[in-house]
């Protein structure tokens, strides 16, 4: 009876010990699964012209309870091949690189012209799929600051190195961070068809009936940096006087083109003969060897001012605040000016240099973004009704 028993207590050890290794292995099978999930980055391209189906997943880096106004700066060492979701309208094929090698995120681009950007942003309002937003659109950015859609009171660890005139564009709340600034439009002309004498040389100068039907602009409703152009006039002058100077400039024969390209198109093509030109543009035709020069009115050229702002529910607030310190880097701005499309602006980082090129006197002027982003759907709605495309 004795030898029954042992025999027994021994059999059901045996069996407990079985079904406890059989859980051991499920469980570091489970867990090897989640560790890999967690770690996976999204597989979309750098660039995208569709909405993500699902919304950017949690960050590994940073605990459910935290937020992201709490949670700490990432070091390059935190990144971890998390993969951080930017809308923006230029310099993609420039910043994925550096920031990825910089830090160890991973970065997914998605990559429009304003009015898509914004549009897309809209569509997604009930469940966002982008952590930052970076365009030369100061205006739409701070209107969604205004809609409480943008984490606020984060300060980024080199925000002093930020030139003065830098400086005065951070608002109170801290929802965006310059990253520079650059004529939204100067006047240029095709000296086929004028010399310096004969140009126009002021913003008055386009409703001048000496060049009737020749001028061309960028349309304010499309492009990021043709809304903060135009809204510089009606701020300066008044709801009223913007109306009736552009009404002047329109009824004078102004053509309206889509973005700054097909104005740049128009005018060496001899459909235009003078323009409202983002510099960039400007100067990329006059280097190119076309037969344009570039003229900053004394008055001042209305400024687009580029910003990056975080979405307030980022699950990946370490992510998104390294990638805004980045932008603010002046080894990053030196970057996008020596080789970017969009090279011609003023950095907002101390220790970056402008083109060389750049006019050394170009003065620019700003309209104020709270009023800008107040104003703005009544002002673009006034060109759709007006503008003749």
Known sequence: MVNVRNNRTLAAISLLSLSLALAACGNTSNSGNDASNA????????????????????????????????????????????TLTVYLNDFDDIVKPMFEEQTGYKLEIVSGNGAEIMSRIEAEKGNPHWDVVWMDSMPSIEGLGQKGELLEGWTPANVDNLTDFAKTFVPANKTYYPTGAHAASVIVYNTKAFDAASAPKTWADLADKKFKGVVGMADPAVAAPAYPFVAWFFKDKGMDGGKAYFDSVLKNGAHVYPKNPNVAKALTGGEIKAAALQESNAYTLKNSGEPVEIVWPAEGAPASVR????????????????????????????????????????????????????????????????????????IKQWFADNAVK
């Open 307 to 378: 910003v990056a702002a975080i979405q307030k529910d980022t699950k990946h607030a370490d992510a998104a605040k390294a990638f805004v310190e980045f932008l603010l880097d002046p080894k990053t701005q030196q970057a996008l000016i020596d080789k970017g499309d969009e090279s011609y602006f003023e950095p907002s980082a101390k220790g970056a240099t402008p083109k060389a090129d750049r006019a050394k006197d170009a003065k620019l002027v700003v309209a104020d973004a709270p009023w800008a982003a107040e104003h703005e759907a009544e």
């Open 39 to 82: 770690s996976a980055s999204p597989s979309g391209s750098a660039s995208s012209a569709a909405p993500s189906s699902e919304a950017p997943s949690a960050s590994p880096s940073a605990s459910a309870s935290e937020s992201p106004s709490e949670s700490a700066s990432a070091s390059p060492a935190q990144g971890n091949g998390e």
